[in-house]
């Protein structure tokens, strides 16, 4: 089965951390660029950052020193981890393939309070 499933999400205090999870089934994260994105309410899915086939990550701006995007080939899974997270951080959190389609997770949920 083609699934993805995020988790890792939480209520973290402005300047945590947290490392978010996407555990991918059914295809390989080896061969995919991988993406994460989110969405806050009343806002569009936006991308945060990806990481190519040959494991290169890009940044959107609002992200970069803080936010680092690896994968775990072994058990395929792509991870997320967000430092110094801000109060605009908070999002439903989504990972996915740039490369073949794969339905949307359910995502996880990140909340940063002041």
């Known amino acids: 089965q083609v699934r993805l499933v995020e988790s890792g999400g939480g209520l973290v205090q402005a300047g945590g951390s947290l490392r978010l999870s996407c555990a991918a089934s059914g295809f390989s994260v080896r061969i995919n660029a991988m993406a994460w994105y989110r969405q806050a309410p009343g806002k569009q899915r936006e991308l945060v950052a990806r990481?190519?086939?040959?494991?290169?990550?890009d940044y959107a701006d609002y992200v970069k020193g803080r936010f680092t995007i690896a994968r775990d080939n072994a058990k395929n899974t792509v991870y997320l981890q967000m430092n110094s997270l801000r109060p605009e951080d908070t999002a439903v959190y989504y990972c996915n393939s740039q490369t073949n389609y794969v339905s949307w997770g359910q995502g996880t949920q990140v909340t940063v309070s002041s």
């Open positions: 990481v190519s086939q040959f494991g290169v990550g």
